[in-house]
Structure formats: C-alpha cells, structure tokens
C-alpha cells in the first residue's frame, strides 16, 4: 500500500490549496479516506473523511465551511480542497486509508 500527499505549500491568510492523495496497493472504492494534520507540538488530528460508497462526509468543527474532501475512485485520489486559509491551519497534512497506513505528509505553512 502506498499514499502518496502532495499541493502543500506556502499561502497567505484568506487564500486556498488542494491537497491530493493517491493510493496504489488498496481497493480504492471500498476504503473510507481521512486526512489528517499535525501542528509542531500538538497532536495529530482528524481534519476530515470520506465515505466509501454514498461519499459520506465529516469535517473538524475548525474547518467546516472552509475545507471540502472529495474522491475520484477511477484514479484512486482523495482530494482536500483548502479554502480560506487560516495561520492555525499551518501543520503536516496527512493521508490515512483508516485500515493503518499512512501518506508521508505534506506541509502546508498559511503565513503572511
């Protein structure tokens, strides 16, 4: 199993990003998707997932509004549309098939 996070980056307050996961290795289709974030000194946390199936979706109360998480099933890429960005959302963003493996992180810095 591989995921594999990029679209991380530098951004100033207010602007967007889209993070993407690929995933090789799984049964895409059948695998709920989470992303996660880690701020320096804090705990890694569950920002949103997906679904499998209906596409069901929950978000982090932080980033409701701001943040939208989408799928492709025919690429087997989960999506992580940043809207809004705020300084507290600055930390490694993580990819997570909720079956334990994880993506290597990308980081996102919302600095102006």
């Known amino acids: 199993v591989q995921l594999e996070e990029s679209g991380g980056g530098l951004m100033q307050p207010g602007g967007s990003l889209r993070l993407s996961c690929a995933a090789s290795?799984?049964?895409?289709?059948?695998?709920?998707m989470s992303w996660y974030r880690q701020a320096p000194g804090k705990e890694r946390e569950l920002v949103a997932r997906i679904a499998s199936g209906d596409g069901g979706t929950f978000y982090e109360d932080s980033v409701k509004d701001r943040f939208t998480i989408s799928r492709d099933s025919a690429k087997s890429t989960v999506f992580l549309q940043m809207n809004n960005l705020k300084p507290e959302d600055t930390a490694v963003y993580y990819c997570y098939d909720n079956r334990g493996h994880w993506g290597q992180g990308t980081q996102v810095t919302v600095s102006s």
């Open positions: 290795g799984v049964t895409f289709s059948t695998y709920a």
